[in-house]
């Protein structure tokens, strides 16, 4: 059975309020990376198991 192998692709640029462009914090990025990960890799799963009509693991934040 093949596995699923995906990646994210996230640009540290984003426009403020006030219109100019600026960078995001990348400590706070990596900071909360890991807790990010987790919560990319559950919602990819809950859309992978409801397109394929299996039941597998219960999307973010149900039973918790």
């Known amino acids: 059975m093949p596995l699923l192998d995906d990646h994210l692709l996230l640009s540290v640029k984003a426009q403020r309020p006030d219109g100019k462009w600026g960078s995001v914090h990348s400590e706070v ?31 973010p934040g149900v039973g918790r």
């Open 29 to 59: 990025l990596y900071e909360h990376a890991v807790a990010a990960s987790a919560l990319y890799n559950e919602v990819v799963m809950a859309e992978a198991s409801e397109a394929l009509g299996s039941r597998g693991p219960s999307p």
